[in-house]
């Protein structure tokens, strides 16, 4: 089984910082690491192509410093990387994006599953692995914990508000993990060496056949009106150390002072 997995490298940060002036993330001067559900995505390609055969290809669409996340999936296991990387790409949201991630997909061409993580930690929109698999006409199912692979069906367990459910979709198909979905291998010190010696190839614009017209920022339909960091609140009081009633008469009283009963 040919598995493609589309991971995203995100900065590894708590509290995420804003350009006012730009309205997008700061990234410079942020470590980054693989987006966590990606790790998950890249673990289950890994888990399906040890019970299957078959070949993983892991690809980003990033900086040149997003080169590092390609070799940790390397690390781990996988069989070959992409690295989309070009100034045309630039500003690109989530449609842009989706629309680069297409493209590879159709130039790689053999593929009988697309796994993403859920979502990206610091853009969090969820959208990218929905549109790529609009885009490119496939089924898709979103938040799966589980997966197994029988005579080209999936049968799927997504996550879903409460509970789970189960679904049945035949292959190809673009799914995206949640993070129970399994526990992500380490990389070994060899895996760590081969994958640092190795050679990241580069996709650029041309490589997959799209021009400025069709992504980057110009061809982004995304607006951001207006970005911000949350205004912290006070922390709160809690009250301890005496028993219920005297709590309850302790809370009504503040609430009192506040005019809130
Ligand atoms: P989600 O949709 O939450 O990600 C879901 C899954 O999709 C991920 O787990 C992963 O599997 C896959 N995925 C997401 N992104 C990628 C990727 N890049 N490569 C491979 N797989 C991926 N970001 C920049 O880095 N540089 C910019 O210049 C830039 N300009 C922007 C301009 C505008 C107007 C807007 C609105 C956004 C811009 N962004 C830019 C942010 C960028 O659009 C998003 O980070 C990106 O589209 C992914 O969205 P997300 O983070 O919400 O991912």
Known sequence: MDIVVFIKQVPDIGEVKI???TKTLIRQ???SVVNPFDKNAVEEALLLREK????VTVVTMG????AEALKECLAVGADEVIHLSDMVFGGSDTLATSRVLAATAKKIGKYDLIICGKQ???GDTAQVGPETAELLGLPQV??????EITDGIATIKREEECGYAIIKAPLPLLVSVTKIINEPRLPSIKGRMKANRAEIPVWKADDIGVTRETVGLKASPTRVVKIFNPVRKSQGQIIQ???SQEAVELLLEKLGEQGLV
């Open 19 to 21: 350009d006012p002036e």
């Open 142 to 147: 979103t938040n799966i914990a589980a997966i």
């Open 52 to 55: 299957h055969g078959g070949k």
């Open 63 to 66: 900086p040149p410093q997003a």
């Open 29 to 31: 001067g942020i470590p």
């Open 120 to 122: 990206a930690t610091d």
């Open 241 to 243: 150390g005496v028993g």
